[in-house]
T-cell receptor, first 112, second 115 residues
Framework: QQQVKQSPQSLIVQKGGISIINCAYENTAFDYFPWYQQFPGKGPALLIAIRPDVSEKKEGRFTISFNKSAKQFSLHIMDSQPGDSATYFCAASGAGSYQLTFGKGTKLSVIP | DGGITQSPKYLFRKEGQNVTLSCEQNLNHDAMYWYRQDPGQGLRLIYYSQIVNDFQKGDIAEGYSVSREKKESFPLTVTSAQKNPTAFYLC??????????????FGSGTRLTVV
């Protein structure tokens, strides 16, 4: 009930392409869905987040798409750059709990 | 600037030795967390604390201990009972309450290696 399933585990994208990472959740009480970006040897940093009252949120080249009925959300990185190479984690929280449930992460490699 | 400071950045532990990882935050956050990260394993919760002098076990608490004597500090001790402690350890903090805003703030991590 508390799981967040993330796919794919790893992703290789050419420079300039679109990177897409998907997450699915089971708990319908979740109401906050952040994405974190982690570079090697560093802690994760909040990248972008969405609440279920909107279906899409865009910040620069990063977009979250949210499908409440399917209980899925995804991260799209447009015009992917080598500097975007990192591990990305989706997460969710809600139902009166501030604790985040994390997906297992996706290692993105953007090749020139 | 507000943030979370973890120290040391690298730590080496001998067999049978206890070591303590430091985590300090000046964000005035009530809640603090410790995660362990291994390749391909994601983030696994060790312990968390919602308030001073109170903490709860996470998914992999065996072999670890914590204290929360001050709001700003949440040190993690890796005891000799933890048989495979080599990992990257992350500390995080957040506001508490019924609705999370702003997510977690993470420290830069401590890499622990058994020698």
């Amino acid at each position: 009930q508390q799981q967040v399933k993330q796919s794919p585990q790893s992703l290789i994208v050419q420079k300039g392409g679109i990177s897409i990472i998907n997450c699915a959740y089971e708990n319908t009480a979740f109401d906050y869905f952040p994405w974190y970006q982690q570079f090697p040897g560093k802690g994760p940093a909040l990248l972008i987040a969405i609440r279920p009252d909107v279906s899409e949120k865009k910040e620069g080249r990063f977009t979250i798409s949210f499908n409440k009925s399917a209980k899925q959300f995804s991260l799209h990185i447009m015009d992917s750059q080598p500097g975007d190479s990192a591990t990305y984690f989706c997460a969710a929280s809600g139902a009166g709990s501030y604790q985040l449930t994390f997906g297992k992460g996706t290692k993105l490699s953007v090749i020139p | 600037d507000g943030g979370i400071t973890q120290s040391p950045k690298y730590l080496f532990r001998k067999e049978g030795q206890n070591v303590t990882l430091s985590c300090e935050q000046n964000l005035n956050h009530d809640a603090m967390y410790w995660y362990r990260q291994d390749p391909g394993q994601g983030l696994r919760l060790i312990y968390y604390s919602q308030i001073v002098n109170d903490f709860q076990k996470g998914d992999i608490a065996e072999g670890y201990s914590v204290s929360r004597e001050k709001k700003e500090s949440f040190p993690l001790t890796v005891t000799s009972a933890q048989k495979n402690p080599t990992a990257f350890y992350l500390c995080a903090s957040s506001i508490s309450g019924t609705q999370l805003t702003g997510g977690y703030t993470f420290g830069s991590g401590t890499r622990l290696t058994v020698v």
